[in-house]
């Protein structure tokens, strides 16, 4: 069975920066491609960013481009999501979620519980 386990959130002031993690457990980390997304209250699901099994191509939401930055250490299974320049619109619940593939396809087959992360103007 797979786990996913966020951690990282919290309230920061707009401007602050946060760093998000992700442990996963119970299949080989490194052959999948890892996701994060995020739900703000009232709001869909959106991705926010997806990184490939071995790190080397990184896609990300036109919303947080240049202010967060997805990666990964394969010896620790855990993903990350380093976001800078926060914004009160980056209020939402973090999750991050297993791709079924190597690839970012937005194919996810495992998600964890989720993260608070809320920014104040």
């Known amino acids: 069975q797979v786990q996913l386990v966020e951690s990282g959130g919290g309230v920061v002031q707009a401007g602050g920066s946060l760093r998000l993690s992700c442990a996963v457990s119970?299949?080989?980390?490194?052959?999948?491609?890892m996701d994060w997304f995020r739900q703000a209250p009232g709001k869909e699901r959106e991705f926010v960013a997806g990184i490939i099994s071995a790190g080397s191509i990184k896609i990300y939401a036109d919303s947080v481009k240049g202010r967060f930055t997805i990666s990964r250490d394969n010896a620790k299974s855990t993903v990350y999501l380093q976001m800078n320049s926060l914004k009160p619109e980056d209020t939402a619940v973090y999750y991050c979620?297993?791709?079924?593939?190597?690839?970012?396809?937005?194919?996810?087959?495992?998600w964890g519980q989720g993260t608070q992360v809320t920014v104040s103007s």
């Open positions: 979620a297993k791709e079924s593939t190597a690839w970012v396809r937005r194919e996810n087959d495992y």
């Open positions: 119970g299949r080989t980390f490194s052959r999948y491609a």
